[in-house]
């Protein structure tokens, strides 16, 4: 299993502790933490029984390659987002959905509520970056490979000093 299907199971797990089916991530950082896709402008979809990624056409390649392992809405490019949630939720036979109403705007909410009418919206604020707060064997490694790396560049610049150089000389 994935470090990325770990957290869409533990975020599905905190979903249905608040009493909803499922949670849409609307915030690009945490759909990328969630899926790797580094891509914008789509929305995922979380629950014991669903994990779908929405997004356009124009990341199909790169959905495949990087979220092999979830499945896709791609819509069509005269189809708003709205749209695209709509079909999902309601194919999914969700009936609360938890949204991020710390980045979600009112029009985007009120929109998605107009489309989904059977549907209870639950606010929820944090509940992904929470997530996020406690570290995965995974980011532990990336962050020990990152200061490796700062610690090599600082290494090179430091050999490079010379007594009365400027941040700009040194720069150069």
Do not use: W
């Not at 470090?3 to 991530?25: E, H, K, P, S, W």
């Not at 979830?70 to 987002?81: E, G, H, Q, V």
């Not at 490079?160 to 150069?172: G, K, M, N, V």
């Amino acid at each position: 299993m994935s470090q990325f299907q770990q957290r869409r199971q533990r975020l599905a797990r905190a979903v249905r502790g608040i009493g909803a089916d499922a949670i849409l991530v609307t915030n690009f950082t945490n759909v990328t933490y969630l899926t790797g896709f580094t891509g914008d402008d789509s929305y995922l979809l979380v629950g014991d029984a669903v994990e779908v990624l929405m997004s356009d056409p124009r990341y199909t390649q790169q959905l495949g390659e990087e979220c092999p392992d979830l499945d896709l809405a791609i819509r069509k490019p005269s189809t708003t987002n709205v749209t695209t949630v709509e079909r999902v939720v309601k194919k999914a036979g969700i009936r609360t959905l938890a949204v991020e109403s710390g980045s979600m705007t009112l029009q985007l909410h009120a929109e998605i509520a107009a489309k989904l009418p059977a549907t209870t919206l639950h606010p929820t604020n944090g509940l992904v970056e929470r997530l996020r707060e406690i570290k995965d064997k995974h980011e532990i490694a990336e962050i020990r490979e990152a200061v490796q790396l700062a610690e090599q560049a600082f290494g090179v610049i430091r050999a490079a000093l010379r007594p009365e150089q400027t941040e700009r000389e040194l720069s150069f």
